[in-house]
Every structure is written in structure tokens, then in C-alpha cells.
């Protein structure tokens, strides 16, 4: 017999070579039903595969992402088996799951192939998958698989066998395909009703340009019909949303070839929607003991060796900017961490001193790759809502729960409700890709998951995905359409402070090392707006709106009392425009919808010679008449709260 640990801890015996399925049974068959794969120990295997030894099992179903993971990859399976069936010959690189469905590399030889053909894709696979064709697992030696793809001639896979050595190499098979491929799998194929091939891109094979150009097809699949309806019209939905349509509309951004891609260029309603998000964090910082500083956008090669950031990411950053002076060089700042070291170091420190509490909205710089830009969302400037605070080793605990706080009172303003923290830990299996001791980091990880315990939060902990220097609670929010997006991030770190020998004086007369907490709760205000306005909409919170009213004149003689009203207004400070132009009262209203500018107050002769105003709230319509003063108490009190 052997012990299996379910999540919950329960201990249940089973036989030797039971298989997760087998478990699944055990419990429910309903279970059962809806089991896609399973983490044995922390791997992910096929639910049939017998378990011959004591192990920790987590049965996982399509509400779990790497139960999506291996729904999409036996899905590329599928879609490759339906190709080979249509078009006789095709050659196949590589087929991986990605965040919204999967994709599948082919070579279709010289036949050009275009999008016209999905349906005939989409109906074969669906075909095929009502088959319930089962996915079987062979492991073979690298010869075996040597001579299987040379007969085949399929010259992709022979390339990726290479790599491979011999002992590890598994195929599998369903129905009348073969692939080369570590699964897992799901049990079948009829777990797949609902297909959808979505796009068609260029590939080079292995993403080398002086190699042949492959066909990318990416498709999505679903266990019901009826999600894919939903995801679909999710889809529209976002391009509705879509920050870089909207950010045109609205005239908050724009991009400039001859500026540089990735580096946006703020328009003055933008850099008002940043300035006044600015405002609302350094005031809520300002309360919570929080001190600015500001740093300069570049610094000496040096400051990052000495940080580690030259060593990690120096191939991938901004080349150094080199000087008159010889050997002398410049990095265009990738983190405002390293300075912020600096500063902390320029007088000496009592342990009565801590914690010292450091912020800047500082701008960084970073090299992404052309094809991994996007809007806001990837750029290759950005300003970093940072904050760095040094504290004792007794205060770590605490200091973290008061950013937690202020993370939460953030998106509580802002209207991000769905969230929950990643606990984000280094990958124990490969140590070297962090620096420090495994002291240090089993100290800064208890740190944060006692922390995010007591605060009662939701979370889910992912290996791998810490920072170089230290873990993180990384929270991951939904949008109004459900989609994920890393906002707000909080880091401990215990080596940064020994790399720059940061140094206090405790209580025992002796010099000690202080603990740094690394937080951002926006994350990048690029980012940030850019999720913000995909999630409202452009439909900002009145407090945040760079223009609150517009007021409509219905003729040019109505203009000198729109002055006066406008004036009235930015006295009580409420921000607004007067739209002067030439137009219909009609147009000029159906623009201000689109600008999305949260209340239009249209002025003709009755509103000029009665001192009142007509007013229209965008989305809703209108709102009937009322004096100048009612209005301003209106828009206060919405304000306010």
C-alpha cells in the first residue's frame, strides 16, 4: 500500500500503482468526471499514470490553471491530428498551451494557407474529439525516436531530439497521431467540445530569422460550448475597452516613431489622470510615515554590479552610455533600488532610527524586445510607483502588513475588487538564478506568508517567479471582464543590504544589517492606467478624471456665460473645459459621450437668463435642471465619496 496526501491533508491508503484517476474515482465519480491531469509531488502527470510510491496529490480540473495548461496542449495535439488528416505532409514544430488557449507551429510546405480555411479545421477537430480517442504515453530510446521521425520526414522534431537525452523521451499517441511530447495529457478527447481558431501569424523555427518561416495557428478550446460563446464575447468586449483605442479617443497618450518605440509620450489629459493618481498615493504615503526622494534616470555602471542588476540584466537592458572619460560608463536606470541604497547610506543609523521609509515615482528604463511591446501594458520606459524601506529584522513582519494595507486601500479606491496575492517563491531546483543564502531567503519567505496569513488574504503560491534578490507577494487582479493582471507588488529582501553594506547601530552598541521591503502597489503607472482603463472602460471615478464637466454653449452668444459658469467651477477646483466650437448642440454632445467626460452642461437662453444650468451625465442621460451651486455641491459629494 501506499500513503496519498490530498490538499486538505486528509491521508488516504491505496494500492502500489494506483493512478490519480483511480483517486478521483474514490471520492466522486463526479470528481472523476472532471479531472484533466494531477500534481504528483509537485509535477504534473497524466491522470492515468500509476503513482508507485507514498506522494502528495492535488486532482486538477479545468478550474485550475495548469489543468487548463494541459486542456489547450492535448488540444494542440488534436488540432495537429486534424491537420495532418486534411493536408497530407504536413511537417510540426512545437504546440505549447499559452495563457489563452495554445498554438502549433506547422509547415505546410509550399501550400499557402490562410484563415479561410478554419472552419474545415474547427469541424475536424471537433470530429475527432467526439471520437473520445485516449492519449497514451511511450517511452522510447533517442534511436527508436531518431528513426521514427526520419521515416516520417519530419526534419522540426529531429531538431528538437537532439537536444534531448536518451532515457527521457516519451511520444504520444491519439488516434492516428504521433508527437513527440513530455505531456501530460487529459484522458481523452472528448473532454473538448467547443474549438475556435482564432489567428494566423509567421514563426521562424526556434525564432531564428536565417531559418524557414513556419505557420502559426492559434486557436482556443473549452469543456462547454456555452464558455466559449462567453470568451467570445468577452473578446469583443476588450476591444471595446481596448487602452489603446481608448487612450486615442480620449487624448490621454500617443507613441511617436522618431521618439522611440515603447516610450509614450503623455498628452495633457494623460499627464493629468497621472498627476492626480500621483497625488492620491503620495498623500495616502505622506500618512503612513513615508519620506520622497528623488534620483537621477541614470547611474555608473558600478551601482549596478554592486546591486546584481548588471549581471542579470545587463545584456538585456539599454547599452552603457559611455563618457569622455575613459572606461567611464553609464547605465540608463533599470530600478530605482540601487540609489535608493545610496541614500540610505549617506549618514549613519540607530536602530531607533528604523524604519526608514523611502519614495519616488521614479522613471526606469528596460530593453523589451520589439515584437513584446503593447500599449501601456509593455514599454520600455516607465515610472515606478517605489517605495524601499530599511527596518530591523524584528519589524519585517509588520512593516509588510501596513504596505499590504495600503495596497488594499488603493485598489479600494480604484475599484479592483477580485484580487489574490502570489506568494512568488525562488525555484528550489535552481538556486543559481538567485543571489544570497538560503538563510536569508527562508527568513524572508516566512516573512511574507505569515504576513499575508494574518491579513487574512487569498493566496496561491507560485515557485520560480520571485525577484534575483528576494520573494514577493505579487497581487493579481481581475478586470470587469475576469482577465488577470499583475498589479501591486511587495518584496523582502536580505541582500541587497549586504551587497551594499547597509549598516545600523542596535541597542548592543554593534553594527547590523537592515532588511529591505521593496513595494510598488501600482505596479508602473503605464501599466496601471492601461488596466485602469480596460477595467472602467475609460469611465474613470469622477476624483480621478482629468476633465470632470464640458460645457455646451448652444450658440456663440451663450459663450460669455459659459465663461463665467467655467470659472465658477476651477474655483471650487473642478476641472473642465468649454467647447467653443462651430458644431450642432447634437454633435457636440454625441463627442463629449465619446470623450467620455463625466458631466456635459448645456447652456442656452433659458439657462442664461434663469442663471441655471442644463446637465447631462455621460451614460446615463439627462438630469434635469439646477443652479451653478447645486451642481457644485453635487459633483463635491461624489467626489468625496
Not at 521609509?357 to 524586445?369: D, L, N, P
Not at 509593455?378 to 519585517?396: E, I, M, S, Y
Request: charged share 30%; with cysteine.
Amino acid at each position: 500500500m501506499i500513503n496519498i496526501t490530498l490538499p486538505d491533508g486528509s491521508l488516504r491508503q491505496y494500492e502500489k500503482g494506483t493512478s490519480s484517476m483511480q483517486i478521483a474515482q474514490s471520492i466522486s465519480e463526479g470528481l472523476a468526471r472532471n479531472v484533466l491531469a494531477a500534481e504528483v509531488d509537485g509535477q504534473v502527470w497524466d491522470a492515468g499514470r500509476a503513482i508507485e510510491q507514498d506522494a502528495h496529490v492535488k486532482l486538477l480540473t479545468w478550474n485550475d490553471l495548469q489543468g487548463k495548461a494541459t486542456f489547450w496542449h492535448s488540444s494542440a495535439h488534436l488540432m495537429a491530428e486534424a491537420l495532418e488528416a486534411l493536408y497530407p505532409g504536413t511537417k510540426f514544430g512545437i504546440g505549447p498551451a499559452i495563457e489563452t488557449g495554445f498554438y502549433y507551429d506547422v509547415d505546410f510546405g509550399d501550400r499557402v494557407f490562410s484563415s479561410d480555411e478554419f472552419k474545415q479545421i474547427e469541424d475536424k477537430m471537433l470530429e475527432l474529439a467526439r471520437t473520445k480517442e485516449e492519449f497514451s504515453r511511450k517511452a522510447v530510446s533517442k534511436a527508436d525516436a531518431i528513426d521514427y521521425f526520419t521515416e516520417k520526414g519530419d526534419e522540426y522534431k529531429l531538431d528538437l531530439i537532439k537536444d534531448l537525452t536518451d532515457g527521457s523521451i516519451t511520444f504520444y499517441t491519439q488516434g492516428n497521431f504521433t508527437d513527440l511530447c513530455r505531456g501530460p495529457h487529459i484522458p481523452n478527447t472528448s473532454f473538448i467540445k467547443a474549438v475556435k481558431l482564432m489567428s494566423v501569424a509567421g514563426a521562424y523555427w526556434r525564432g531564428d530569422e536565417s531559418r524557414k518561416q513556419l505557420t502559426r495557428i492559434y486557436a482556443v478550446t473549452f469543456p462547454k460550448a456555452s464558455e466559449l460563446t462567453e470568451y467570445l464575447h468577452m473578446l469583443e468586449e476588450a476591444k471595446k475597452r481596448d487602452h489603446r483605442k481608448l487612450g486615442k479617443e480620449m487624448e490621454l497618450f500617443a507613441f511617436s516613431e522618431k521618439v522611440g518605440m515603447g516610450l509614450p509620450l503623455w498628452l495633457p489629459k494623460g499627464a493629468a489622470l497621472r498627476e492626480r493618481l500621483t497625488n492620491f498615493l503620495q498623500k495616502a504615503q505622506v500618512k503612513a510615515g513615508y519620506e520622497q526622494v528623488i534620483t537621477p534616470h541614470i547611474g555608473h555602471k558600478n551601482l549596478y554590479v554592486t546591486s546584481g542588476h548588471y549581471e542579470k540584466y545587463g545584456a538585456d537592458s539599454f547599452q552603457p552610455i559611455k563618457t569622455p572619460q575613459e572606461g567611464e560608463e553609464f547605465f540608463l536606470k533599470p530600478m530605482n533600488c540601487p540609489h535608493h541604497c545610496e541614500i540610505y547610506k549617506t549618514k549613519p543609523r540607530s536602530y531607533k532610527d528604523l524604519p526608514v521609509r523611502y519614495a519616488e515615482f521614479g522613471t526606469v528604463y528596460r530593453y523589451e524586445q520589439s515584437g513584446e511591446l503593447h500599449g501601456l501594458t509593455r514599454v520600455r520606459g516607465f515610472t515606478q510607483d517605489d517605495a524601499h524601506l530599511f527596518c530591523r529584522p524584528d519589524q519585517v513582519k509588520d512593516e509588510f502588513k501596513k504596505v499590504i494595507d495600503l495596497v488594499l486601500y488603493v485598489f479600494g479606491a480604484l475599484g479592483f475588487e477580485d484580487y489574490t496575492a502570489q506568494v512568488s517563491l525562488r525555484d528550489p531546483n535552481n538556486k543559481a538564478k538567485y543571489i544570497g543564502t538560503d538563510e536569508n531567503w527562508a527568513l524572508a519567505e516566512s516573512s511574507i506568508i505569515e504576513a499575508a496569513a494574518e491579513k487574512g488574504l487569498r493566496t496561491v503560491v507560485e515557485y520560480g517567479e520571485a525577484a534575483f534578490y528576494g520573494p514577493k507577494l505579487d497581487f493579481m487582479v481581475r478586470d470587469a471582464l475576469g482577465r488577470k493582471w499583475q498589479l501591486g507588488t511587495i518584496q523582502v529582501d536580505y541582500n541587497l543590504p549586504e551587497r551594499f553594506e547597509l549598516e545600523y547601530t542596535g541597542s548592543d552598541n554593534q553594527k547590523h544589517r537592515p532588511v529591505m521591503i521593496h513595494r510598488a502597489p501600482f505596479g508602473s503607472l503605464e501599466r496601471f492606467v492601461a488596466v485602469l482603463i480596460e477595467h472602467c472602460a475609460g469611465n474613470f471615478p469622477l476624483w480621478l478624471s482629468p476633465e470632470q464637466f464640458i460645457i455646451l454653449p448652444i450658440s456663440e452668444k451663450y459663450e460669455d456665460y459659459a465663461k463665467k459658469l467655467s470659472e465658477s467651477l476651477k474655483d471650487s477646483d473642478i476641472c473642465g473645459l468649454i467647447d467653443f466650437r462651430d458644431e450642432k448642440i447634437g454633435r457636440k454632445i454625441r463627442d463629449a459621450e465619446v470623450k467620455k467626460i463625466p458631466y456635459m452642461l448645456i447652456v442656452g437662453e433659458k439657462e442664461t437668463a434663469e442663471g441655471l444650468v442644463s446637465v447631462r451625465k455621460h451614460g446615463e442621460g439627462d438630469l434635469g435642471s439646477m443652479s451653478i451651486e447645486e451642481f457644485k455641491k453635487q459633483i463635491i459629494k461624489e467626489i468625496t465619496v
